[in-house]
């Protein structure tokens, strides 16, 4: 069990979120100085916004109040990178003891940080934020959400049910993370390779206050995919087997068309016995190609080593 107080970090990608921060830094500063008063943190506990290349006036509220208050933390990426990428770019610049990351929406409820940290105190390196319910989602979004996770986990991918990016990473956790150097970053099914003792604390998904969803339809199946790519094989053994399937289906095709012609009278020529078998094949051969290119595609961006981000400002009031 760890005795010492340690220092914490809350690490929150922004982008597009003027109507949110206000809210969203008033609740954690709050909740920062209640855990500093309680003693489950120290004085030197930040919270880091990540500013990953917003339209909006997001960073300059983010440069304003981080210029004038030292428990704030503005950080700046040259363009836009993505939400695991800014979140990442968060996690690499804290030298906190401990690391919560959260969305800055606060659909996760930020009170449950503190049970987060309680659990660490009692020795856990890695602890998730799982939701007990999806009250706030639609019928569409709950059942392809957890349709999801179904499907990763029969895919081998080790997921957490109805876990997120809401999670607190101790620092020999989060300096594991870093071990990893792929592009393509998926944070949560990472976070699992990491290993270490976890724990979970459940909560209740709020409901989105202001501003707008950063991940419409399109962004959460391009997400999804890259979830399955970053982590199972099982789209490459498919492949195997519907070439075993479409063989065997071929196969029965060429028996039928030779029974036909041995057998019947009724052989005379016509373009369905060809016709039909050549689209059967070329569909599959084109969908297999498809799959392998999406495999390559990734084996292409991780040769290249392009780095993850590029932090282009700072901004930390000095006391």
Not at 125 to 138: E, F, K, L, Q
Not at 169 to 193: H, I, T, W
């Amino acid at each position: 069990m760890t005795t010492k107080i340690p220092s914490l970090a809350i690490v929150i990608p922004c982008y597009n979120e003027e109507e949110m921060l206000p809210k969203t830094l008033a609740t954690m500063l709050a909740l920062r100085e209640s855990m500093i008063a309680k003693g489950k943190i120290n004085q030197e506990s930040k919270v880091y916004l990540v500013d990953d290349g917003s339209k909006d006036k997001t960073w300059k509220i983010l440069n304003e109040e981080a210029a004038n208050n030292s428990a704030l933390v503005a950080i700046k990426l040259s363009r836009n990178k993505g939400h695991q990428n800014a979140l990442y770019a968060g996690l690499c610049t804290t030298t906190e003891d401990i690391t919560v990351s959260i969305d800055a929406d606060l659909q996760d409820d930020p009170k449950n940080i503190e049970a987060m940290v309680d659990e660490y105190l009692k020795g856990h390196d890695v602890v998730y934020g799982v939701r007990s319910a999806r009250h706030t989602d639609t019928f569409f979004k709950r059942f392809t959400a957890e349709g999801y996770y179904h499907l990763m986990k029969k895919m081998g991918v080790d997921l957490v049910f109805n876990h997120a990016d809401f999670r607190l990473l101790s620092r020999r956790a989060l300096d594991s993370l870093k071990e990893y150097g792929e592009a393509n970053l998926f944070l949560r099914g990472l976070v699992r390779e990491v290993g270490y003792p976890a724990s979970v604390v459940e909560y209740e998904r709020q409901a989105r206050e202001a501003g707008e969803s950063k991940y419409p339809l399109k962004k959460m199946l391009s997400f999804a995919w890259k979830g399955i790519t970053a982590f199972s094989t099982a789209p490459l053994r498919m492949i195997t087997i519907m070439g075993l399937v479409s063989g065997l289906a071929s196969l029965s095709l060429i028996l039928w068309v030779l029974a036909v012609r041995l057998f019947t009278d009724n052989a005379a020529p016509g373009w369905a016995s060809v016709l039909l078998p050549l689209l059967f094949i070329g569909s599959v051969q084109l969908l297999c190609l498809g799959i392998i290119g999406e495999y390559l595609s990734k084996i292409y961006e991780e040769v290249k080593k392009r780095p993850k981000f590029h932090i282009s400002d700072i901004v930390n009031k000095k006391d």
